[in-house]
């Protein structure tokens, strides 16, 4: 599975944009990009996936350039509750095994 | 309905003893997953059941872990000898059939002292 870079925290504040941009060179051809978000003492959950160009849904937008080596989740107008540790994962659809980079700590502050 | 539910939320047990982490998945899904958080780290792939069969146990460190899911809906992780180096978060997941969405549970947090 192709193996992902993110920051390891961002800081911000109510009502900001966020945007947590994902590095994957070696996304392969049936690679999809999924975003999950995990919450302190919970398991994580399912935000967004996407395959090209731009996916959006109640939650988030995920932004995958023409490349696709990297791709950027934004949440708009964050609030205190999306402070949480996010995870960029690769791999192709269907696929059973997670795998869990170390994702990024977003701190949102008032 | 009813999420993912894990069992006991926390564990503590001495070094050399077995412990069993239970998991409930959502009534109807089919798979099943076992994943292990250390502090600071993503979760770690463990083993996956489609229906009572373990698809894939590649992700077990060792043979003192094990898992069953003998009627296709409760799993148990099994942990023979603990050890100190097994303190972690032990996650479980289900979803429908396997590769749809994972929902996972609040998972067990088990202290080995």
């Known amino acids: 599975l192709a193996k992902t870079t993110q920051p390891i925290s961002m800081d911000s504040y109510e009502g900001q944009e966020v945007n947590i941009t994902c590095s994957h060179n070696?996304?392969?051809?049936?690679?999809?990009i999924t975003w999950y978000q995990q919450f302190p003492s919970q398991g994580p959950r399912f935000i967004i996936q996407?395959?090209?160009t731009k996916v959006t849904n109640e939650v988030a937008s995920l932004f995958i350039p023409a490349d696709r080596k990297s791709s950027t989740l934004s949440l708009p107008r964050v609030s205190l509750s999306d402070t949480a540790v996010y995870y960029c994962?690769?791999?192709?659809?269907?696929?059973?095994?997670?795998?869990f980079g170390t994702g990024t700590r977003l701190l949102v502050s008032p | 309905g009813a999420g993912v539910s894990q069992t006991p939320s926390n564990k503590v047990t001495e070094k050399g003893k077995y412990v069993e982490l239970r998991c409930d998945p959502i009534?109807?899904?089919?798979?099943l997953y076992w994943y292990r958080q250390s502090l600071g780290q993503g979760p770690e792939f463990l083993i996956y059941?489609?229906?009572?069969?373990?698809?894939?146990d590649s992700g077990l460190p060792n043979d003192r872990f094990f898992a069953v899911r003998p009627e296709g809906s409760v799993s148990t992780l099994k942990i023979q000898r603990t050890e100190r180096g097994d303190s972690a978060v032990y996650l479980c997941?289900?979803?429908?059939?396997?590769?749809?969405?994972?929902?996972f549970g609040p998972g067990t947090r088990l202290t080995v002292t």
């Open positions: 059941f489609q229906g009572t069969g373990a698809a894939d």
């Open positions: 997941a289900s979803s429908l059939s396997t590769g749809d969405e994972q929902y």
């Open positions: 009534s109807g899904h089919t798979a």
């Open positions: 070696n996304i392969a051809t049936n690679d999809y």
């Open positions: 996407g395959y090209k």
């Open positions: 994962l690769v791999g192709a659809t269907g696929f059973q095994k997670l795998v």
